[in-house]
């Protein structure tokens, strides 16, 4: 199984501090992605990394891919309360075997 | 065009109900995918679609049933659901499989 496992399962900040989450999988990989979730909603890509890289930063998102621990962290800098979502991540097999999400991180970011 | 577009957004059926979910993808993407989430879970994957065949299915209950007519449309039919299988149903679609997945909205499945 792909299957990527967040920690922690539930994270809650203050608006401006940064919040990391982390993600843990099996085998060897493709790519990894991060998504996010609002309530009751589709999820939203946001970031997809390969396994050749070992950083990649859009806006105010950084993820890391550290491929020998197989592990991925996924870093969210001065957070607003608009980030407050679920986030997953999904490790996707090195033949383009789909993908599994893992159980998510709940954040919630507080005024 | 970047959006994956679900319909109904909401269905209450009986368990002797046969009905249908739709989903439509103008971006030319060849691989689509159905996905079920229930509360405070992760979306399980159900069905994928690559090149409009069937490529993985998760051992799902035949009481689903995937069907892909074309590259941008794909279905889900349903006939004698369980109440257990109430939960928000989210259709995927990527350029290529195990590139980045755009969702539609999901239709939220109730079963009396």
């Given at each position: 199984s792909q299957q990527g496992e967040e920690d922690p399962q539930a994270l809650s900040i203050q608006e401006g501090e940064n919040a990391t989450m982390n993600c843990s999988y099996?085998?060897?990989?493709?790519?990894?992605?991060?998504y996010r979730q609002n309530s009751g909603r589709g999820l939203v890509h946001l970031i997809l990394i390969r396994s050749n890289e070992r950083e990649k930063h859009s806006g105010r998102l950084r993820v890391t891919l550290d491929t020998s621990k197989k592990s991925s962290s996924l870093l969210i800098t001065a957070s607003r309360a608009a980030d407050t979502a679920s986030y997953f991540c999904a490790a996707v097999g090195r033949y383009g075997q789909n993908f599994v999400f893992?159980?998510?991180t709940?954040?919630?970011?507080l005024p | 065009d970047t959006e994956v577009t679900?319909?109904?957004?909401?269905?209450?059926m009986g368990m002797t109900n046969k009905k249908s979910l739709k989903c439509e993808q103008h971006m030319g993407h060849r691989a689509m995918y159905w996905y079920k989430q229930k509360a405070k879970k992760?979306?399980?994957l159900m069905f994928v679609y690559s090149y409009e065949k069937l490529s993985i299915n998760e051992s799902v209950?035949?009481?689903?049933?995937?069907?892909?007519?074309?590259s941008s449309l794909l279905n889900l039919h349903l006939h004698a659901l369980q109440p257990e299988d109430s939960a928000l149903y989210l259709c995927?679609?990527?350029q290529v499989r195990g590139g980045e997945l755009f969702f539609g909205e999901g239709s939220r499945l109730t079963v009396l």
């Open positions: 099996k085998t060897s990989i493709n790519n990894l992605q991060w893992g159980p998510g709940r954040l919630s970011v | 679900q319909t109904p957004k909401h269905l209450v992760p979306p399980e209950p035949s009481r689903f049933s995937p069907e892909c007519p074309n995927a679609s990527s």
